[in-house]
Each structure stands twice: as structure tokens, then as C-alpha cells.
């Protein structure tokens, strides 16, 4: 008799569906034995870490016999300046993943429901379900909208009762771009209960323009206790392999962050180069501007194969296909392009596509339209 472990897990933990990475460069090399390989599927920067980050790096190297500091006090002390916050406002975590995951441990239990969108970031349902407690999904925007697929703030809303505890935002939205509004935003955050926690995920942050009227949603750090902003070092600020984020909260909130973190969650090699990385305006000003660039290369080409696309303030482009996703993925994939499929996102005659260096833009457009073609 083998003993059917699956039936002793947690409820929430025996169903769930795990997250779905974007395919690694390694595996395809593996599995394919193709040697150039242009990897757009996980929206890092094509420019890689901030110099400053990579000599932080390796000073630090000297000392990783030791445990980190768990307070990450350096850190910690450069993001309050930064964001004008005080530092028991900050939570740091092995990537904002970890951090989401902390709010769903402080706060969800079985008896208690989270708010989110359909088409959002996959995590949110990951660590609501892990924790046992209820996902109340909201249908997104119809496809003929403004923001085709966005967040319906109204419909979120709407499904808020005594039982909701925490609702996950994602502003842009991962995978599909859009994004909230500042006075939408800011009406949604009057109109939510005060004991209702409102995490806006702003993951993307750095790569947001101002024209687009993408909230800073910390603007009301001080006007709405419920907030909880959470960021990442994974995307614009090129550290996706170390694995740090932090959020930021009302003190008494973060306080109950940090109850449930681990008590050396982020290793000594990601503080130094959060850190140092954080120092570089310069570095990020450049992904910015590849990115603003390769997003009008990427565009262009899509209008060109007459593919559109829904709007997007990130570093990466949800674009409709016009056929299975995940087909188009896979002849990628054969020719040594990863890009996203989407269709595990309710999206499944899209791919997303994060936007690399000229190079690699060039090199996707190019397969893209081969295999349009066939
Ligand atoms: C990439 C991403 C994150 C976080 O990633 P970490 O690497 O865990 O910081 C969080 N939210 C969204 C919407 C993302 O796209």
C-alpha cells in the first residue's frame, strides 16, 4: 500500500495549479540543441543589472559565509529616502512574489475571500488558494473597451462583501499591459472599506511614462491605511535572478508583513545589488529608453502583419495573433524564440512578447513573420 500523500495535503494546496514560468534559455538548448536563442518571455531587461549592482555583487561575495542582515537595514534605509517613507513602512521579500505571499499568510485564511481580476498576474490565485481562503475573480473588460481586458474596478467592487479581506491590483497589469487610471484609481481606493487591504502591484513602476496617467499609487501611502504598494527589483532594475521586491504599508500593516517573513528571506547578494542598483539613475533611464524604442520596433512590425495588441505601459506587448497562442509559441520556440504564451491567462490567441535589445526585437519580428507566413 502506498500512502496517497495528495489526499493528506491541504485542501486549497491538493488542487492548485502551480505557476508557469517562462521557458528558461538553458531548457530550450536542451531540449532543441539550438545555440542562438532569443529569450522574450519573462519581461527582464535586456540590459542586464546596473554596473554598480554587479561590483556590490562582488564585495559582497566575500562575506556570504555569514547570514545576511534580516533587517536589510541598508537597504531598507536608501528605499525610505528614495520613496519618502519611513522605514517601518518597508517589507522586503525574495522577490515581490514573496511579499504577495506574506500578505496572503497575514491575512487570508479559509474563511476569508480575495478580489481579483480575470486575466490577472498568475500569482494572486496561487497564494490565495495556498492559504485556503476564496478567489472572487472579476471579469475584465470586454475586448471592445479602452482598455480592452483591463481591470473592471466597478465589477471588483462589486464583489467585496463582509468575507473579503485583500484585493491584489496590478498596475500595468501583467500579461496584459493595461493599466489603471489615477482618478479611477484613486475613486476605487475611496470607495473600498477600510478594512478591506488594496495591494497595488507595481511591478513595472519603472518603465511607466508620465503621459500615460499611470498612478505612483504611494502619492496616498499617507491617505488610505488599507494600501499596500508592492515593487520589484526583477524587471527594470535588471536583478530578476537574485530575487527581491519589498511593499510598502502602513507601519502597523508592515509590522505583520514581517511576522510571517522568514527571518533572512533576502540573501546578502540581492541586498547589496538592490542597493547599489537603486543608485544608478542612469543605468534605468537607458532600459527606458531601449525600451520606448523597442516598443514602437515591436508595434510597428505588429502593424505591419496587421496583428493588434492591447495598450501597454510595460516592457512587454500582448499581442492577439489572430490563432492558438500556444501553436505560434511552439514554431517560436523551433526557431529559437521564447516568447509568452497566455492562453493559461484566459488569452488563448495571444502572446505576450517583452521587449529586448534592437537585436533581439529584430531577430523575433523576423521568425514571427516567417512563421505567420507558413
Ligand atoms: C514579474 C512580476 C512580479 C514579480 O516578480 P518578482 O520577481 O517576484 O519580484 C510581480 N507582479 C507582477 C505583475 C509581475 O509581472
Not at 71 to 93: C, D, E, H, Y
Amino acid at each position: 500500500m502506498t500512502c496517497d500523500f495528495s489526499s493528506l495535503a491541504a485542501p486549497g494546496v491538493r488542487t492548485l495549479q502551480p505557476y508557469q514560468p517562462g521557458k528558461p534559455e538553458s531548457e530550450l538548448r536542451r531540449e532543441y540543441g539550438l545555440s542562438h536563442i532569443v529569450k522574450l518571455a519573462s519581461n527582464e531587461n535586456p540590459l542586464g543589472p546596473s554596473p554598480k549592482a554587479l561590483v556590490a555583487v562582488r564585495e559582497a561575495l566575500s562575506e556570504i559565509a555569514r547570514y545576511p542582515d534580516g533587517n536589510g537595514f541598508s537597504l531598507k534605509t536608501a528605499l525610505s529616502s528614495r520613496l519618502n517613507v519611513p522605514i517601518t513602512a518597508l517589507t522586503l521579500g525574495n522577490g515581490s512574489n514573496d511579499v504577495l505571499e506574506l500578505v496572503a499568510r497575514a491575512f487570508l485564511t479559509p474563511a476569508h475571500e480575495a478580489v481579483f481580476s480575470e486575466h490577472a498576474f498568475a500569482v494572486y490565485p496561487i497564494v490565495t488558494q495556498a492559504v485556503g481562503a476564496i478567489a472572487r475573480i472579476a471579469k475584465a473588460n470586454a475586448p471592445d473597451h479602452a482598455m480592452p481586458h483591463g481591470h473592471d474596478l466597478a465589477a471588483m467592487l462589486a464583489l467585496i462583501t463582509d468575507r473579503t479581506r485583500v484585493i491584489f491590483i496590478a498596475n500595468p497589469n501583467n500579461p496584459t499591459g493595461t493599466w489603471l487610471r489615477t482618478l479611477e484609481l484613486q475613486s476605487f481606493l475611496e470607495a473600498v472599506p477600510e478594512q478591506v487591504l488594496v495591494v497595488v502591484d507595481e511591478a513595472y513602476f519603472e518603465y511607466v511614462e508620465a503621459d500615460s496617467d499611470c498612478p505612483n499609487t504611494l502619492r496616498w501611502f499617507d491617505r488610505f491605511p488599507n494600501l499596500i504598494v508592492t515593487r520589484t527589483f526583477s524587471k527594470a532594475y535588471g536583478l530578476a535572478g537574485l530575487r527581491v521586491g519589498y511593499a510598502v504599508s502602513q507601519p502597523p500593516v508592515a509590522d505583520l508583513l514581517n511576522r510571517v517573513r522568514q527571518p533572512f528571506n533576502v540573501n546578502s547578494l540581492a541586498l547589496a545589488a538592490a542597493t547599489a542598483a537603486l543608485d544608478d539613475a542612469e543605468h534605468l533611464e537607458r532600459g527606458r529608453a531601449l525600451n520606448r524604442a523597442g516598443m514602437n520596433q515591436l508595434q510597428e512590425a505588429c502593424r505591419c502583419f496587421g496583428l493588434s495588441w492591447l495598450p501597454s505601459v510595460g516592457n512587454f506587448l500582448c499581442v492577439n495573433v489572430g490563432r492558438s497562442g500556444r501553436e505560434l509559441f511552439l514554431a517560436l520556440l523551433k526557431q529559437g524564440v521564447i516568447a509568452r504564451p497566455v492562453d493559461n491567462y484566459g488569452l488563448p490567441h495571444s502572446l505576450r512578447i517583452s521587449i529586448g535589445t534592437e537585436a533581439e526585437n529584430a531577430r523575433l519580428i523576423e521568425v514571427l513573420g516567417n512563421v505567420l507566413k507558413e
